[in-house]
């Protein structure tokens, strides 16, 4: 069964400044998705940015980028010039092509904190 | 579209009582999943449905859980029997085949006294 881990259970940054979230993932496929969503404190989980795992090239959407390194199962999550609204749980997961026998496979979250 | 719309948001029953929860997912997905989620924890998978059928269960999915959706659109998620332990919200998700990104709903809470 596939795992995925994140070892920060909290985290916290001033506003403007850069943050790195961790998480690495356990998997004997070669071919899968990874995501990292965000939940705010109401609840609705929010995707942030998808990464395949057949493209070398790391995603990148506005503020967010991710570092993904297939050979050491890493996929760390960059946010770069940290607003008040990007304070909340973010949580790292992962996805067969096809969805799989249990859809998205997460991680126990990081809580992030942005400090004004 | 409204996105994924999940019915009641919170419920509060007495242990033993029967729970259902809804879920209308996207109307053009033709995926739906159910996970549960506690407090300090990453959602856990409980079931999923391609279409009508129900392609998957975990095994946290105990005998006083059933999930439907009857005609492929929206699914209901029942609890019978309730116990202090199914406190949790329920979060419905869908996508469609070969999307590979599930949209979640903002969860049903479930509080069992």
């Known amino acids: 069964a596939q795992t995925v881990t994140q070892s920060q259970p909290e985290m916290s940054v001033q506003e403007a400044e850069t943050v790195t979230l961790s998480c690495t993932y356990d998997?004997?496929?070669?071919?899968?998705?990874l995501f990292w969503y965000k939940q705010p404190p109401s609840r609705q989980m929010i995707l942030v940015i998808r990464?395949?795992?057949?493209?070398?090239q790391n995603a990148t959407e506005n503020r967010f980028s991710v570092n993904f390194q297939k050979a050491a199962k890493s996929f760390s999550l960059k946010i770069s010039d940290s607003q008040l609204g990007d304070a909340a749980m973010y949580f790292c997961?992962?996805?067969?092509?096809?969805?799989?026998?249990?859809?998205?496979?997460f991680g126990k979250g990081t809580h992030l904190i942005i400090q004004p | 579209d409204t996105g994924v719309s999940q019915d009641p948001r919170h419920k509060i029953t007495k242990r033993g009582q029967n729970v259902t929860f809804r879920c209308d997912p996207i109307?053009?997905?033709?995926?739906l999943y159910w996970y549960r989620q506690t407090l300090g924890q990453g959602p856990e998978f409980l079931t999923y449905?391609?279409?009508?059928?129900?392609?998957?269960k975990s095994r946290l999915l105990s005998d006083r859980f059933s999930a439907e959706r009857p005609k492929g659109s929206f699914s209901t998620l029942e609890i019978q029997r309730t116990e202090q332990g199914d406190s949790a919200m329920y979060l419905c998700?869908?996508?469609?085949?070969?999307?590979?990104?599930?949209?979640f709903g903002a969860g049903s809470r479930l509080t069992v006294l």
């Open positions: 109307s053009e997905h033709n995926r």
């Open positions: 449905f391609q279409n009508e059928a129900q392609l998957e």
């Open positions: 998997t004997s496929e070669s071919d899968y998705y």
């Open positions: 998700a869908s996508d469609y085949s070969g999307a590979n990104v599930l949209t």
């Open positions: 997961a992962y996805i067969l092509p096809g969805g799989g026998a249990d859809g998205l496979t």
């Open positions: 990464q395949e795992a057949y493209k070398q």
